[in-house]
């Protein structure tokens, strides 16, 4: 039985190699059989994300490069080039197969700033809320060694925590991991199965990229340990293999699967339940411990009757009853200070009172785990 047969949420991750034909421009047949099989997935209820090496690739062959440059300033001209041939690409064939699609470039500093995260994150979920299939990709033209994440199999796993994806997909040149390279031992074996972050398998993967993307076994095994991390799975297949992402959700076993641990909603919540230190707290009336504890509702503003600490938006706060003792735990969607401004006002105020309308709840029932 395949990853993604129950998954939702899932994020695509494709090579530079396939994207672009192995460094001859973009591949406009291989876009258009992923949007098709994307397409297909769409329709059956699924929601993707799509993760796409290949805008150096194309700026190269653009600008008439055979070799991969080294000079940061050349890297970066060749991704801008490159950038406007890939999303246009990916733009025209999900249309073509009815799909809606938006373009989403980040950097590293964008995931390691709570706010640029969360704001990262709601517009991403904005988009899949929308049926717009997000195209994600490193954003080249501006990124350094210090703000870069090395290499797309690391951003697809940051994107599957950040969307809470239920898995991810990595389509590459290879069918999968083998438990040595098998063009010099003969004796390699093929993993088909095995659980995320096991140090074993990073032994096994080792090796380096191609000429043309970076990274290489090794990064995407690196890249499964980190999206089992917040419960997702991870799927390592042969990119061209026919109709790889539409059998893989029929429940098709292809490419190496490796399992997390740790159930995504559990592991979300244990992280929170985890926490030691509350950046703050709110106490709530006893029509919200009805709402939270009996109806497995959101926290919202009206219910809270006091605001204590100064807290961030993406903080994990703690819940009190009436009583002092804690209910529940959760990510606040409101800093401390706008918190004590909608604290008994209904959402229909939020916009006069912050200047702005954001979530209505102060803490989504997704966000929140009772004590």
Same mark, same amino acid.
Do not use: C
């Given at each position: 039985?395949?990853?993604?047969?129950?998954?939702?949420?899932?994020?695509?991750?494709?090579?530079?190699?396939?994207?672009?034909?192995?460094?001859?421009?973009?591949?406009?047949?291989?876009?258009?059989?992923?949007?098709?099989?994307?397409?297909?997935?769409?329709?059956?209820?699924?929601?993707?994300?799509?993760?796409?090496?290949?805008?150096?690739?194309?700026?190269?062959?653009?600008?008439?490069?055979?070799?991969?440059?080294?000079?940061?300033?050349?890297?970066?001209?060749?991704?801008?080039?490159?950038?406007?041939?890939?999303?246009?690409?990916?733009?025209?064939?999900?249309?073509?197969?009815?799909?809606?699609?938006?373009?989403?470039?980040?950097?590293?500093?964008?995931?390691?700033?709570?706010?640029?995260?969360?704001?990262?994150?709601?517009?991403?979920?904005?988009?899949?809320?929308?049926?717009?299939?997000?195209?994600?990709?490193?954003?080249?033209?501006?990124?350094?060694?210090?703000? &870069?994440?090395?290499?797309? %199999?690391? /951003?697809?796993?940051?994107? +599957?925590?950040? =969307?809470? *994806?239920? #898995?991810? @997909?990595? $389509?590459?040149?290879?069918?999968?991991?083998?438990?040595?390279?098998?063009?010099?031992?003969?004796?390699?074996?093929?993993?088909?199965?095995?659980?995320?972050?096991?140090?074993?398998?990073?032994?096994?993967?080792?090796?380096?990229?191609?000429?043309?993307?970076?990274?290489?076994?090794?990064?995407?095994?690196?890249?499964?340990?980190?999206?089992?991390?917040?419960?997702?799975?991870?799927?390592?297949?042969?990119?061209?293999?026919?109709?790889?992402?539409?059998?893989?959700?029929?429940?098709?076993?292809?490419?190496?699967?490796?399992?997390?641990?740790?159930?995504?909603?559990?592991?979300? &919540?244990?992280?929170?339940? %985890?926490? /030691?230190?509350?950046?703050? +707290?709110?106490? =709530?009336? *006893?029509? #919200?411990? @009805?709402? $939270?504890?009996?109806?497995?509702?959101?926290?919202?503003?009206?219910?809270?009757?006091?605001?204590?600490?100064?807290?961030?938006?993406?903080?994990?706060?703690?819940?009190?009853?009436?009583?002092?003792?804690?209910?529940?735990?959760?990510?606040?969607?409101?800093?401390?200070?706008?918190?004590?401004?909608?604290?008994?006002?209904?959402?229909?105020?939020?916009?006069?009172?912050?200047?702005?309308?954001?979530?209505?709840?102060?803490?989504?029932?997704?966000?929140?785990?009772?004590?």
């Amino acid at each position: 039985m395949s990853l993604l047969s129950s998954a939702r949420r899932i994020v695509v991750k494709v090579g530079s190699s396939l994207v672009t034909n192995e460094g001859r421009g973009v591949d406009a047949e291989a876009i258009a059989n992923w949007s098709r099989q994307l397409a297909a997935l769409a329709n059956d209820g699924r929601e993707l994300v799509m993760v796409s090496s290949g805008a150096i690739a194309e700026g190269m062959k653009r600008l008439g490069w055979t070799t991969r440059p080294k000079e940061l300033h050349e890297l970066q001209a060749a991704a801008a080039v490159g950038q406007m041939g890939l999303a246009h690409m990916y733009e025209s064939q999900l249309r073509a197969h009815g799909l809606a699609s938006a373009q989403v470039l980040l950097t590293h500093a964008d995931l390691a700033d709570r706010e640029r995260y969360l704001n990262a994150r709601s517009t991403l979920l904005t988009l899949l809320a929308h049926r717009v299939l997000p195209v994600i990709n490193e954003n080249d033209t501006v990124v350094n060694d210090e703000i &870069k994440f090395g290499d797309n %199999d690391t /951003l697809g796993a940051l994107v +599957a925590n950040l =969307v809470e *994806a239920d #898995a991810l @997909v990595i $389509l590459t040149d290879q069918r999968g991991l083998y438990s040595a390279d098998p063009r010099k031992d003969p004796a390699a074996r093929f993993i088909d199965n095995a659980e995320a972050g096991n140090p074993e398998l990073e032994r096994m993967a080792g090796g380096a990229g191609s000429s043309i993307g970076r990274g290489g076994m090794i990064t995407k095994i690196l890249a499964a340990k980190r999206a089992a991390g917040s419960g997702a799975g991870t799927v390592i297949a042969w990119g061209r293999e026919p109709d790889v992402l539409v059998r893989l959700a029929r429940g098709e076993a292809i490419g190496t699967a490796l399992h997390a641990a740790t159930p995504k909603l559990q592991a979300r &919540k244990q992280w929170m339940v %985890d926490h /030691l230190q509350m950046r703050g +707290a709110v106490t =709530v009336d *006893a029509g #919200a411990v @009805v709402k $939270l504890r009996g109806e497995g509702k959101s926290l919202l503003p009206i219910g809270v009757t006091e605001v204590q600490g100064d807290f961030h938006r993406g903080d994990v706060i703690a819940v009190l009853a009436p009583d002092g003792t804690e209910l529940a735990r959760g990510l606040a969607n409101y800093s401390g200070a706008e918190s004590r401004l909608i604290a008994r006002k209904p959402s229909s105020e939020f916009e006069g009172l912050l200047g702005y309308a954001a979530e209505p709840e102060l803490i989504h029932r997704d966000n929140l785990v009772l004590r």
